[in-house]
C-alpha cells in the first residue's frame, strides 16, 4: 500500500504534488520522490524516510515543471532505502507504481536478458523497463504504455511520464485506488481522495482495467487495452478529515472495511496453485531446513498472539508438528526449552514490540531456527529474524489491531501449506484445496462487511452490559479471546473470552438476565458441541448474540440475536468471524462515545518490556 500524486497543468507542480503525499503519508512512510518533466528532460528527487527528509532534498535541489508524479513508499518488495524509493527510470521513462506486480520476476529476467540493467529491489522498476523496451516497436509512448501494462500481472495504479512526450502523463489502475480531479485545465491524479481535495471536489473514479491520457488540457479516458469510456465526474462534498478517513468516521472502521484488500494483498504472486504450494519469497529456509524441524514455539504478545493461537490449530491439523504457543513477556523469564530443531515464530504487526523483540532474541541465542511474521518491512523484528513472511495490510492506524490480525491469520495459513509441502505431510491435492479456499476468501470477507448495518443495531442493543463472554471452539476460541479484547479496549466493558465447553468448570457462574454471551457457532466439526455450550447459556437466562453460518435456523430459533456468515472451511472460519466481532466492539465503543482510534492507556507500537 503506497501512494501516488501526478499533476499536470499550468501551476508549479512540485508543491501540489508534495502535499498531496503529506495527505497520504498514511498509506505508508518509509521513502518517498518526485519527478518532474522539465524542458531538458526529466528529473527525480528521492529519499528514504519520511517525507521530511524529501521536503529538506526539495529545499536544497528543487524542482521546477508544471507536470509531475510522486509518491510515498510502503516497501513489499526491496526494503526502504533511497534506491527503492520510487519514481523509478529507465532509460526516457518513468514511473510511480501502487500495488504488487505479481510476475515482476520472469519479466525482469526477460528484459535483462534484453539488456536492461536494473539498479532496485522493487517490482515496480520492472514496469519502466517493459513501458521503455515497447517503446522501441510501439511507435507511440501511448502505445507503448497499454502493451506493457497488459503484460502485468497483479494489482497496479501507476502514473507514467515520458522525457520525449513533453506534455502527457498517463494513469491507469488494476486493483489499486486511483481518482482523478478535475481542474480549470488541469488534472489531479490520486491514490486517495484528501490528497487533492485542496485543488478541486469535481472527481472522476477510475475503474479497474482504464487508463487515462493527459495530454495538455484534455483528459482521454479508455480501457488499457484502448476501449474509449466516458467517464463521469462526482461531486466530493467531504470535510479534509473525512476525506483522510475515507469517509469512514474512524481509522478503525476504515481499515475493518479495507480487510478484503489486505488479505487479497497477502496472497499475492504466493499461490502455486498446480503445485498445491505457497511461495513466501522472504521465508529463509529451504525445504531441507524444513524437514529438520521437530517442534514449533509461536511467539507475540495481544492480538498477534492470538493469531499465534489459530496457527497452532493450523500447524498441528495438516502438518503434525507440535506447536506451543507463547506471550512474549513470560518466554524469556521461563527458561524455554529449544534447540536447533526448534523453529520458533514470532508475530508482530509493528515489528518494534520489545518483549516480542526480546523473545525473538533469546531464541536466537539458544540455537532455534527462527522466523516472524510482521507488517512492517525492515522493522527490527522483520531485519533480526532469519526469514519473513510479509503481511501485506498496510500501514495500520487505528490503535486496535483489525487489518494486520487477518492478514497474521493468512499468513498463517500459508505458511501451513508451505510447511506441509516441504515436509511431505500435505498431498498436492491438500494444498490445492486449501489454495482454492483461500481464494475465496476476499470476496467472502465483503460479504461479510455487509453484516455492519446488523452489527450497529446489536450494538445499540446490548451496548449497557456490564460484563460480556465471548465463547468457541477450537481454532474459534481465539477468535473469541480477539472478539473480548476488542471491546474491552476500546469501549473499556469488561469481556472475557472462554472456550464454550470450559463454561462448567466455573464460568458459567457469571451468566444472568444481565450478560451478553457472544457465541460462534458456525457449522463446522464442533458445530454439535457448541450448540449445546449455547443451549447450557440460554437455559441460566444468558443472552446470547450468536455467530452462525447462513441459514442456519437451528441456531437463529435459539438465540437472541443472530448474525449469519457465509460457510467456509474450519481453517479459514476464523478470518470471517473476526469482521462481526470487529464491527460489533467498534459500534459500542461509538456508541459509548470513547477515543475508538486512540483508546485510553494504549500505545500502537509497544516498545518498552
Ligand atoms: C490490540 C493490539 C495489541 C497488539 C500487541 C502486539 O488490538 O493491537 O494487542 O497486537 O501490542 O503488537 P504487535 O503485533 O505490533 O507486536
Known amino acids: 500500500m503506497c501512494g501516488i500524486v501526478g499533476y499536470i497543468g499550468e501551476q508549479e507542480a512540485t508543491s501540489i504534488i508534495f502535499e498531496g503525499l503529506r495527505k497520504l503519508e498514511y498509506r505508508g512512510y518509509d521513502s518517498a520522490g518526485i519527478a518532474t518533466l522539465q524542458p531538458d528532460g526529466i528529473a527525480v528527487r528521492r529519499s528514504e524516510g519520511k517525507l521530511l527528509n524529501l521536503e529538506k532534498l526539495l529545499r536544497e535541489q528543487p524542482l521546477a515543471g508544471s507536470i509531475g508524479i510522486g509518491h510515498t513508499r510502503w516497501a513489499t518488495h526491496g526494503r526502504p532505502s533511497e534506491t527503492n524509493a520510487h519514481p523509478h527510470r529507465a532509460g526516457s521513462i ?75 502523463l498517463i494513469a491507469a489502475k488494476v486493483g489499486s485506488p486511483m481518482v482523478v480531479g478535475l481542474g480549470q485545465g488541469e488534472f489531479f491524479v490520486a491514490s486517495d481522495i484528501p490528497a487533492i481535495l485542496a485543488h478541486t471536489r469535481e472527481m472522476v473514479f477510475m475503474e479497474d482495467g482504464e487508463l487515462a491520457v493527459f495530454n495538455g488540457r484534455s483528459a482521454c479516458f479508455s480501457t488499457i487495452a484502448g476501449a474509449p469510456l466516458e467517464k463521469k465526474a462526482r461531486h466530493i462534498d467531504w470535510s479534509p478529515l473525512m476525506a483522510e478517513k475515507g469517509g469512514y468516521k474512524h481509522f478503525m472502521l476504515k481499515e475493518i472495511h479495507e480487510q478484503p484488500r489486505a488479505v487479497r494483498d497477502t496472497i499475492a504472486g504466493r499461490l502455486q496453485e498446480q503445485q498445491g504450494d505457497v511461495y513466501l519469497e522472504d ?47 513470560e518466554f524469556r523469564y521461563r527458561s524455554p526449552v529449544i534447540d536447533e530443531k526448534t523453529l520458533v515464530m514470532v508475530i508482530s504487526q509493528s515489528g518494534e514490540t520489545a518483549d516480542t523483540l526480546a523473545a525473538l532474541r533469546e531464541a536466537k541465542k539458544l540455537g532455534a531456527m527462527n522466523l516472524a511474521i510482521c507488517n512492517v518491512l525492515d522493522s527490527s523484528i522483520a531485519r533480526d529474524a532469519a526469514g519473513v513472511i510479509y503481511t501485506h495490510a498496510g500501514p495500520e492506524i487505528g490503535v486496535a489491531s483489525t487489518k494486520a490480525f487477518v492478514t497474521q491469520l493468512t499468513a498463517l495459513y500459508l505458511f501451513t501449506i508451505r510447511l506441509g509441502r516441504a515436509i511431505g505431510r500435505l498431498s498436492v491435492s491438500e494444498g490445492q ?57 476500546i469501549s473499556y466493558i469488561h469481556a472475557e473470552g472462554y472456550p464454550a465447553g470450559e463454561m462448567k468448570h466455573g464460568p458459567i457462574a457469571l451468566i444472568d438476565e444481565h450478560v451478553p454471551v457472544v457465541v460462534l457457532v458456525p457449522k463446522n466439526s464442533t458445530y454439535e458441541k457448541t450448540v449445546s455450550n449455547m443451549e447450557e447459556v440460554i437455559a441460566r437466562s444468558g443472552r446470547v448474540i450468536a455467530l452462525c453460518s447462513e441459514g442456519d435456523h437451528e441456531v437463529q430459533d435459539k438465540a437472541e440475536a443472530t448474525l449469519e456468515l457465509p460457510e467456509l472451511s474450519d481453517d479459514l472460519d476464523p478470518i470471517l468471524l473476526s469482521v462481526p466481532l470487529q464491527l460489533l466492539a467498534y459500534h459500542i465503543a461509538v456508541l459509548k462515545g470513547t ?15
Open 433 to 489: 484445496q486449501m489454495i482454492a479456499d483461500l481464494k475465496k476468501v476476499p470476496e467472502l470477507l465483503e460479504q461479510t462487511l455487509k453484516l455492519n448495518g446488523q452489527t450497529e443495531k446489536i450494538a445499540r442493543q446490548y451496548m449497557n452490559a456490564r460484563d460480556f463472554l465471548y465463547l468457541g471452539r477450537g481454532r474459534n476460541f481465539p477468535i473469541a479471546l480477539e472478539g473480548a479484547l476488542k471491546l474491552k479496549e
Open 595 to 609: 477515543d475508538v482510534d486512540q483508546p485510553r492507556n494504549l500505545a500502537k507500537s509497544v516498545t518498552v518490556e
Open 283 to 329: 521465508l529463509g529456509y529451504a525445504d531441507a531446513a524444513l524437514q529438520t524441524v521437530q517442534r514449533m514455539v509461536i511467539v507475540a504478545c495481544g492480538t498477534s498472539w492470538h493469531a499465534a493461537l489459530t496457527g497452532k490449530f493450523l500447524i498441528e491439523g495438516h502438518c503434525r508438528i507440535p506447536v506451543e504457543i507463547d506471550i512474549a513477556s
Open 94 to 168: 518513468v514511473v510511480v507504481h501502487n500495488g504488487i506486480i505479481e510476475n515482476y520476476l520472469g519479466l525482469k529476467e526477460q528484459l535483462q536478458a534484453a539488456g536492461h540493467k536494473f539498479s532496485s529491489q522493487t517490482d515496480t522498476e520492472v514496469i519502466a523497463h517493459l513501458v521503455e523496451e515497447r517503446l522501441k516497436t510501439a511507435g507511440s509512448f501511448e502505445v507503448a504504455v497499454r502493451t506493457a501494462l497488459q503484460e502485468l500481472q497483479g494489482a497496479f495504479a501507476v502514473c507514467i511520464l515520458c522525457k520525449d512526450q513533453p506534455d502527457t
